[in-house]
């Protein structure tokens, strides 16, 4: 390395296998710098005296081999920026851990490695060791700029702007001269399962409708729920976004797992007896009744089936174990809340002011998810015939109810926005309930003479001191 305008390098004398004079006193050793080099300052370095940054994303590098045959006719037209690797180690210690060389690169790789190509022994540069405290961000800016990032990468690298370097929603949209509103949509896109964000990834799942799901529905069981049935593997039974996001939130489909369905040859001994309680996981019989195959004796070759026929039986259902039974247990009582829910609708409830100031109490303290809410609600309104407006969109239906000025309609859709949120709060598997959903049930109890069929709800109540009807059909459904 020198710098512009300083003297040429000193050159090594012979002396190898004792040819040449050694110089009569010893040499001082050289310094490494020929002066200290400081911010601003133009040096000529030798290119494998410098690193490429760790931040830079390699995809960025476009067309070398053209930019390398301009840099040979025309030279280099911009020189990089660089820094100290023992400046940038101290901001960045863990990215630093490798660089042997006394540059890493701030900005100008691709001119960098273009000039590799052009088979230069040196490049331009100018010190910059200033930039090193931000150089993340703004080669994530950069990049984000110059790279055909995918939505999830996007996203990726969004939310790597706002937790490491603090970024808000309008920063980010305004270094990179977005709308927020794109910001907060790429960001939701990490709220998707992790299976789902491969579909993003790979096309097969548009971002749009990828972020209705996210913004629609509440948990991970949900979304998946309804992309399973976008993506049907008969073209004819898949639905669009709209439609699947109403059948799961209408409870239409399960969001639990499907049993596992293989094809096996029919067994000619009788079946295990199923124990009771195991319905639910064996499969569901076929429109038309198929007659039963006769039973054979072992050995017997005049059987009324070809031999080698396979057909699509359930495996007998093992006793579940105790994690899985709660989970079944929780959903079940998830669809009983909605139809006490459906009920209330229906009947034109009209809470009292001590209930539907707990109600909001609820809803407005806990922390909830809007969209879904009134996603649910919505859908609530018109399977009880109360959607009066007739518009499908669910923002569009309460932007009309704000606009129409109908106390008794503005007062229905707020009761059922908080009810649907209190609902979904219950429903969360992915978490341990509280008070407030037990108060949630209790209110169901007293105004819908809701009764709690399961045990696992039973115990939940029973926890919080929330009393509960008991008889002796609700003991025979547990049975």
């Not at 704000?402 to 209190?422: C, K, M, R, Y």
Request: aromatic content about 6%.
């Amino acid at each position: 390395m020198k710098s512009l305008g300083g003297a040429a390098r000193n050159k090594r004398g012979a002396g190898v296998g004792g040819q040449g004079t050694a110089s009569a006193a010893p040499k001082q050793p050289q310094n490494f710098y020929s002066r200290a080099e400081g911010d601003g300052d133009a040096l000529d370095i030798a290119l494998d005296d410098v690193s490429p940054n760790p931040f830079n994303d390699l995809r960025s590098m476009g067309d070398l081999d053209g930019l390398a045959r301009s840099i040979k006719e025309d030279g280099l037209l911009q020189d990089i920026v660089v820094m100290h690797t023992t400046e940038f180690a101290k901001v960045w210690p863990q990215q630093a851990e490798g660089i042997v060389t006394k540059y890493v690169i701030a900005f100008g790789e691709r001119r960098w490695r273009a000039a590799g190509k052009a088979e230069l022994p040196e490049i331009r540069a100018v010190l910059n060791n200033a930039v090193a405290p931000k150089i993340r961000r703004v080669l994530l800016i950069e990049n984000l700029q110059r790279v055909g990032y995918t939505p999830m990468e996007e996203a990726r690298n969004f939310h790597r702007l706002k937790v490491e370097e603090g970024l808000s929603y309008r920063q980010i949209a305004d270094e990179l001269k977005i709308g927020s509103t794109q910001v907060h949509r790429r960001l939701a896109l990490l709220n998707l399962p992790v299976e789902l964000q491969e579909q993003v990834d790979q096309g097969l799942l548009a971002t749009s409708n990828a972020v209705k799901l996210t913004e629609k529905l509440e948990t991970a069981d949900e979304r998946s729920a309804a992309w399973a049935l976008m993506s049907h593997s008969d073209p004819e039974q898949r639905l669009k976004t709209d439609a699947a996001i109403q059948a799961v939130l209408s409870g239409e489909v399960s969001t639990a797992a499907e049993p596992e369905v293989q094809n096996v040859p029919v067994q000619r001994a009788p079946e295990p007896a199923q124990s009771q309680g195991e319905e639910e996981h064996t499969a569901e019989p076929s429109d038309e009744a198929q007659p039963s195959a006769p039973q054979v004796a072992a050995g017997d070759k005049n059987t009324s089936e070809p031999r080698g026929e396979t057909k699509t039986v359930t495996k007998p259902a093992s006793p579940l174990p105790a994690t899985d039974r709660s989970a079944r247990e929780r959903n079940n009582a998830a669809a009983d809340r909605t139809e006490a829910c459906l009920h209330l609708i229906r009947n034109g409830f009209v809470p009292d002011k001590k209930q539907l100031g707990a109600l909001f109490a609820r809803t407005m303290l806990s922390p909830i998810q809007q969209g879904p809410a009134k996603t649910r609600a919505h859908v609530w309104l018109r399977a009880a015939s109360r959607e009066v407006l007739g518009v499908s969109d669910s923002d569009s239906y309460f932007q009309a109810v704000l606009s129409s000025g109908n106390d008794e309609l503005i007062q229905l859709a707020t009761f059922v926005t908080a009810l649907a949120a209190s609902e979904i709060r219950a429903k969360d598997n992915r978490r341990q309930w509280d008070r407030t959903d037990a108060a949630h049930v209790e209110f169901l109890i007293q105004a819908a003479a809701y009764r709690p069929q399961t045990e696992w709800e039973r115990d939940q109540l029973s926890k919080f001191s929330v009393a509960f009807p008991t008889d002796e059909a609700a003991d025979a459904a547990t049975v």
